[in-house]
């Protein structure tokens, strides 16, 4: 009879340090965590493969690697339809940075969140956006 009482004891302690608020906490963070290092990833892959993916001519200024996708700003595409996790083709005004949603569905991933559930904020840098492309990119360019 002791020892049932002890185990009894023991698996509703287990069950209920499990539903503390530091380890839900704890889940969350890690959650979010998985998801930086994923987005993190997308975006230095993006960056690398640019310059082959979405070539220049030689000639050009802009016809190096290292420009990362625009941001989702609204959710919507061209056409005004829900489009959640797409780049918008535009960045707005070259050299000036900018702030949206993350563009997971543009760079193949599932959709990210951060501990909270949300979908997770991107800002670029003017200097380093696609479109438009700046006329300062070159291999020492150093991001605002």
């Known amino acids: 009879m002791v020892m049932l009482v002890i185990l009894v004891l023991g698996a509703a302690t287990l069950l209920i340090s499990s539903f503390s608020p530091f380890a839900l906490k704890n889940t969350r ?3 979010a965590t998985a998801a930086l290092m994923q987005a993190r ?4 892959s993006f960056a690398i493969t640019h ?3 979405h070539p220049t001519p030689p000639a050009s200024p802009n016809h190096v690697h290292g420009y990362l996708p625009c ?3 609204d959710g919507r ?3 005004n339809n829900p489009a959640e996790g797409q780049s918008d083709l535009n960045c707005g005004t070259e050299d000036v940075s ?3 949603r993350f563009p997971w569905k543009t760079l193949g991933l599932q959709t990210l969140h951060d501990g909270d559930h949300e979908c997770l904020w991107y800002a ?3 200097t380093y956006k696609n479109n438009p492309k700046t006329s300062l ?3 020492d360019t150093s991001g605002l």
């Not at 990833?41 to 230095?44: F, Y």
């Open 29 to 31: 963070q890690e959650g």
């Open 41 to 44: 990833n997308a975006l230095i």
């Open 51 to 53: 310059g082959d993916t």
């Open 71 to 73: 941001m989702d700003i």
């Open 77 to 79: 595409n061209l056409s």
């Open 98 to 100: 900018m702030i949206g």
């Open 124 to 126: 670029v840098s003017g």
């Open 137 to 139: 990119m070159n291999w």
